[in-house]
């Protein structure tokens, strides 16, 4: 059985299907809303299961495929654990068929752009006929491209805490980038969080290499699991036992048994922020821990100008800068984000909510932004977060709307020139979109509608 049909629960239906598996598809939307999700399925001999998840559908099942974002306290999959039925899901079942080693990178933030750098250095390392194949949580699932895979390819995952939280398998190559509060809504504590995190590098063996942040105390807090080699990275220089990447002298360095090596110009990286350094910094780490050379690293760097919907330039209209940051579903990416511009600010945010703390945000918001648009379900907690500015602070004005596309009339019309507007919701999408994706898209539409 496989439960929830998105992208990963429907690229595993197809490849389990072609192994020939008696495959059943299980979501909770009713029937007619899976009209191009069943049409992703055809000539795939499978069952079709909607509109909920009756414990009967059980009888028989071997194994049970659960997909990211379906929480495991699911009647249905308690059930399948009191049974004695195993649950799996795509990159567990990836990393046991798989036959390359395997580059693996989580965090709470910045792993897609993280990587998605390192995936660009796999391209620029490789030889034909090797591949770098990239994907995960990023891009296509890898499931359907086991069988392309070739021993002597490299793979480059990005691995969600959803993903690992049934995982019992590490890429060779771990990072962890930080460890931050996200997601709670699904893992209720850190605690729980955390260790779910940890095992990407929890079942790693003596020859594989651990990378993690000597800056974030999530990540670094991890030191002690390490079974193999440590790498780290961060913006100070590592004390001399350990091998890492740092930031000097405006030049990325590489520490390696206590000798440095100067790996390029931190003016070559073109992405807005210190945020974005960092995950270069956590990049090129990663990277020299998988064995790439120094130029193709450089040559991921060159030219990199991000990944769709994290601080995406979107138009400049009537001089005002628009920015789409909709990955951004955690008030901390939020603040990374506000940190990136110096130009006055006009901020939209909103959506549903991941009971994670606004507190940190607001004190930023009522420092750095001029303007805020909120919208969705998430509006009035956010609003009671900021409240209203102590005597002496600076101004700000807060509009409250519906839905997104009201906001971004909002903020056209109090927008200035010199202004950036800037899409960095610090929610998840549910309330109102499939997913963050599928919002940055409207929000460009709406954006580029704007005359």
Known sequence: MVIGAARQGLALSRFLASKGAQVIVNDQRPDDQLQDEKAALRGFKVEWHAGGHPLHLLEGVDVVFVSGGVPLDLPLLVEAVRRGIPLSNDSQLFMEQVSAPVIGITGSAGKTTTTALVGRMAQADVQPPQQAWVGGNIGNPLIEDLEKIQPHDRVVLELSSFQLELMSNSPQVAAVLNITPNHLDRHKTMEAYTA???????????????????????????????????????????????????????????????????????????????????????????????????????????????????????????????????????????RAALRAFSEPLVLLLGGRDKHLPWEELAADIRQRVDHVVLFGEAAGKIQQAIGRPAPGERPITITRCERLEEAVLAAAQVAEAGDVVLLSPGCTSFDAFKDFEERGEAYRLWVNQLS
Request: charged share 25%.
């Open 196 to 334: 779910a995190k940890a095992h990407i590098i929890d079942f790693q063996r003596s020859g594989d290499v651990a990378i993690l942040n000597r800056e974030d105390s999530g990540s670094w807090g991890l030191r002690h699991r390490i079974k193999g080699k440590l790498v780290t990275f961060g913006f100070e220089r590592p004390s001399p036992e350990l091998d890492g990447t740092y930031l000097e002298e405006g030049l990325i360095w590489w520490q390696h048994n206590g000798e440095r090596s100067a790996l390029f110009p931190a003016s070559e990286i073109l992405l807005r922020g210190e945020h974005n350094r960092l995950n270069v910094l956590a990049a090129c780490a990663i990277a020299l821990a998988a064995g790439f050379s120094v130029e193709s690293i450089r040559a991921g760097v060159s030219g990199f100008r991000g990944v769709a919907h994290r601080l995406e330039y979107v138009r400049t209209w009537r001089g005002v800068q628009w920015y789409n940051d909709s990955i951004a579903t955690a008030p901390e990416r939020v």
